[in-house]
C-alpha cells in the first residue's frame, strides 16, 4: 500500500508537542503504528520534533550529503561534508 503523502501537518505554535489525535492521523496516512512514530520522534528529535519557536526541527546528516555529492566536499567543508 502507498502511504499517503498528501497530508497536513500539525502547527506547534503554542503546542507543546503532538497530540494522540496527529499521532493516529499520521500511523494512518504512513500505514504504520503510532508505536513506530513515537519511535521515531523519540530517537532522531530527542523527544519532540519542534523547535522552541515551533518550527519543526530538521537533522542535516553531512554523511548523507557528502553520499550525494561523491565526497566532493568532504576536505573543503567538513562541517556540512563528511563521509562518516
Known sequence: MTPNTNIDL???RGVSGL????L???SEALNCEEACIEAV???ESSGSGFLPSGRPKILFEAHRF???????????YPNIS???
Open 10 to 12: 500539525p502547527s506547534a
Open 19 to 22: 497530540t494522540d489525535a496527529d
Open 24 to 26: 493516529r492521523r499520521a
Open 41 to 43: 520522534i523519540a530517537v
Open 66 to 76: 557528502s553520499d550525494l555529492t561523491d565526497g566532493d566536499y568532504d576536505d573543503s
Open 82 to 84: 563528511s563521509s562518516e
